[in-house]
């Protein structure tokens, strides 16, 4: 049975770890809250009560795409696509076309700056395999006007920062929000995370300042890894609610 995304991808590699994958959920709950589609989620009324599960929710279900086989792959995106269409029935609007880009942008983008930030610099080759994986989850769900490959994309995702994000009370809110689910030193915690990987535009609308305090201890955290102590470390870290969750997402390396 042929798999979605072949057993020897990065792309494997890189959604088969807890930790990349904490990453990509903590740069997109950063970059998410910044966009300017992100009302449709407060028509859901999803969001604002639980602004958390909504994102891992969408991470668990790319993660769930790249480990299945084809055809089980493919339902599960066109399930995706399904639930989108009925919210936008309710509505009596079209999610913009844009907004599905941004989404599958910001994947593309996390999935990349995670790994490099936790495990070593990706060469062109794997950049493009990460891009084609999500293209063809973009292409499966009807988007339109999808740049090619990797090379063409970068322009693209440029002038996404730079058109489609804006500081808003929806903003304010959702970081609100994260701070009330999270308590303050687990938020304190993601706001740092987020520091590491998301893009230049983002922290400028964010008013993050460039250093994180956690940027000294990411050569620790990898040590720890290899001592098995990060179990540890996520114990401590972790809302009790995501701790399974969470341990789930660890794909055994044989």
Known sequence: MSCFVEKQSIVRRIWGKSDTILFIFGGAAAEFALNKA????????RLPSDPLGRL??????ARMIVFAPIDEAH???DT????HTAVENNRDAKIPDWAYRDVLFML?????ASFELLERKLNNEEKEEVYTVFYRVG???GLKDLPQNYQEWLPVRQSHLLNDLEQSNYTTDIFKQYKKHLGALRYKVLIEGQKLVVPQRVKELLK?????ILKPIVPLYKISRKLKLDGIIKAILLPANY????KALDVQHH
């Open 38 to 45: 992100v009302d449709w989620l407060y028509f859901t009324g």
């Open 56 to 61: 891992f929710s969408t991470v668990s279900y």
């Open 75 to 77: 339902k599960a995106i």
């Open 80 to 83: 995706m696509r399904h639930i």
């Open 108 to 112: 593309i983008y996390y999935s990349i």
């Open 139 to 141: 292409e499966r769900m």
């Open 208 to 212: 993050f300042n460039s250093f994180s």
């Open 243 to 246: 701790k399974a969750q969470i």
